[in-house]
């Protein structure tokens, strides 16, 4: 009985020892775990009309080789104005941008590759620079989805993507702050000048015709006599 | 009298009412690529064919064979010859045609090709037309993976293949798509795989590395910009 249970666990341990030994050989995309794409900065302050700028940031990226990511925004708040590559990937070589923006459903597309047979860029920075224009007061999210990371081999790189959201307040007047103001009581001075000077000059020239014409009157009188 | 008159404004009311049902716009799209295996009695070392149609409206075939097995050297200078066919006029691009799954006929130019590699990307390439605008039908009796196809080109050996991939939709299928998540296996969407696929054989022609006809979508023996900006223009699109 003890010589079976010696066996029977013996056999067990082997079993054990050789499982952990083993490894599968199932091929895993690369990418250093902290791989991310995200919106730089993550949250933004934006005025109504004026526009602003969001940057694509990657960070510690092995291999980058060619990139995808799509952008949502709320359509009805943002327009998109214009996207522009980033330095990160023309670090490796030539490249290869294109873009779809899409302002009636609020997205855009956005896809980049190094050119010819390099290897890919390590490290961090921007990818892609997205320019908007605030048309209305509110937030929105700005969705970072359907991000692809390929390297050299042409194999997807595993990594993180994180959204960001931006603000948009109506403009503050130019100048500091509003102050109720009576117009009636800051233009009276000046309204009393006005009228003091029409005054005069009414009475002036009343007097100055009335002299005029005693005088012809007199003149007149004198030359009878 | 009134009866009749009653009556005939019934009808007529009633053969205006009924509704006039307009036929469906329906369209097919057909994608076919295929290995060549043979021309005419001596066999193919390494052949390509793809059809890209809209049925009943316009085709687009084009093929290249070698018919041995290119000896090439790992350095330069040396040699990479083949034979290259394309459709440039097609009059009929049907499914269900002539007892045929699928069949296209029309005018074909067929060329030899040789391009002579002298390093650092210096090559000249000489272009030998074997037939311009001659008549001729690709021919696909069955379409459905593994099965054979021919090309029957006036003054020209029949060329011979068999089907690799097939796919038909009711809509548009875009160009574009050479390549997925597995590296060359198209996967029905035009993406950041595609593009990469390209840019890594961009600048590349016949005989050199990443070189594959299936990328060269304006057939001008050399993956550029054009390729590029075909996928580009596509992006984001499914089928």
Redesign the interface.
């Known amino acids: 009985m003890n010589r079976k249970f010696v066996s029977f666990t013996s056999a067990l341990i082997i079993l054990f020892l050789v499982m952990s030994l083993y490894k599968p050989t199932v091929e895993v995309a690369s990418g250093s775990p902290t791989t991310a794409i995200f919106v730089n900065p993550p949250t933004s302050t934006a005025e109504v009309g004026q526009t602003f700028s969001i940057n694509t940031t990657i960070f510690d990226v092995v291999d980058l080789?060619?990139?995808?990511f799509r952008l949502r925004w709320n359509s009805t708040l943002l327009d998109v104005v214009d996207v522009t590559e980033g330095n990160f990937l023309k670090q490796g070589g030539n490249t290869?941008f294109?873009k779809?923006i899409n302002n009636t459903e609020g997205y855009v597309?956005v896809?980049c590759?190094?050119?010819?047979?390099v290897p890919g860029v390590n490290g961090s920075g921007t990818l892609a620079t997205v320019k908007f224009y605030p048309k209305n007061q509110g937030e929105s999210i700005l969705d970072l989805y359907d991000t692809?990371l390929?390297d050299?081999q042409?194999r997807?790189i595993i990594h993180i993507a994180n959204d960001g959201t931006v603000t948009i307040n109506v403009p503050n007047p130019v100048g500091g702050i509003w102050i109720p103001v009576n117009k009636l009581e800051l233009l009276a001075p000046y309204i009393g000048i006005a009228l003091a000077i029409s005054i005069t000059t009414l009475v002036t020239i009343v007097f100055v015709k009335r002299r005029k014409k005693v005088t012809e009157i007199h003149s007149q009188v004198n030359s009878q006599r | 009298m009134k009866k009749v008159s009653l009556i005939g404004i019934l009808l007529m009311t009633t053969i205006l009412m009924v509704p006039t049902f307009a036929e469906a716009a329906t369209e097919t799209w057909v994608v076919m690529h295929g290995r060549i295996t043979s021309y005419g009695l001596t066999p193919v070392a390494l052949g390509w064919c793809g059809a890209h149609a809209k049925v009943g409206e316009w085709a687009r075939v084009r093929a290249f064979w070698v018919p041995m097995i290119p000896q090439q050297p790992p350095e330069p200078p040396f040699t990479f010859s083949f034979y290259a066919a394309k459709l440039v006029n097609a009059s009929i691009v049907e499914l269900n045609y002539g007892g045929n799954d699928f069949y296209v006929f029309g005018l074909w130019d067929v060329f030899s090709v040789t391009f002579d590699y002298y390093g650092e990307h210096n090559f000249t390439i000489t272009v030998t037309p074997l037939a311009d605008d001659a008549e001729g039908a690709l021919t696909v009796p069955n379409l459905l993976p593994g099965e054979s196809f021919t090309i029957d080109i006036t003054g020209v050996e029949l060329i011979t293949g068999e089907v690799r991939f097939v796919c038909l939709r009711s809509i548009e299928i875009p160009m574009g798509d050479c390549?997925g998540?597995t590296?060359g296996m198209a996967d029905r969407r035009v993406?950041?795989?595609d593009?990469?696929?390209v840019?890594?054989a961009?600048?590349s022609t016949p005989g050199l590395?990443?070189f594959d006809f299936s990328m060269d979508f304006d057939f001008d023996f050399r993956v550029g910009?054009s390729e590029?900006t075909t996928?580009?223009a596509n992006?984001?699109r499914e089928y």
Request: glycine letters at 10%.
């Open positions: 080789y060619g990139w995808e290869f294109a779809k597309l896809d590759t190094l050119l010819g047979d692809t390929l050299s042409e997807s | 390549s998540p590296p993406d950041i795989h593009l990469v696929h840019a890594k961009y600048g590395l990443h910009l590029l996928i580009a992006l984001g």
